[in-house]
């Protein structure tokens, strides 16, 4: 199982960045996914999810209304589409495999990716 991050950058508060997470060695389309973000000196924070067609998907309230996930099960990518940002969102986001539908709590999730940072200035 490998999971491959991209789309990070440093962008200006209310910038835009949109993130990838390349999926392999696994049927990607059977399982949930969802994107964890980990700021500096800070414990890990769920931030989405999705199921596994896409057509079920789910947000931090901290993120609603500003962050759209979406998957491409025949590219086997999950995306995350980052607009209005802040500079609270400055973190590493990792994304992982979740191996319960819907579950939440990142400590159930069996892979991950090595991250990608995302910067943004005030």
């Known amino acids: 199982v490998q999971l491959v991050e991209s789309g990070g950058g440093m962008v200006h508060s209310g910038g835009s960045l949109r993130l990838s997470c390349a999926a392999s060695?696994?049927?990607?389309?059977?399982?949930?996914m969802s994107w964890v973000r980990q700021a500096p000196g800070k414990g890990p924070e769920w931030v989405s999810g999705?199921?596994?067609?896409?057509?079920?998907?789910y947000y931090a309230d901290s993120v609603k209304g500003r962050f759209t996930i979406s998957r491409d099960n025949a590219k086997n990518t999950l995306y995350l589409q980052m607009n209005s940002l802040k500079p609270e969102d400055t973190a590493l986001y990792y994304c992982?495999?979740?191996?319960?539908?819907?579950?939440?709590?990142?400590?159930?999730?069996?892979?991950w990716g090595q991250g990608t940072q995302v910067t943004v200035s005030s």
């Open positions: 060695g696994f049927t990607f389309s059977s399982y949930d």
């Open positions: 992982a495999r979740n191996p319960e539908s819907e579950d939440r709590d990142y400590r159930q999730y069996d892979y």
């Open positions: 999705i199921n596994t067609g896409g057509g079920n998907t």
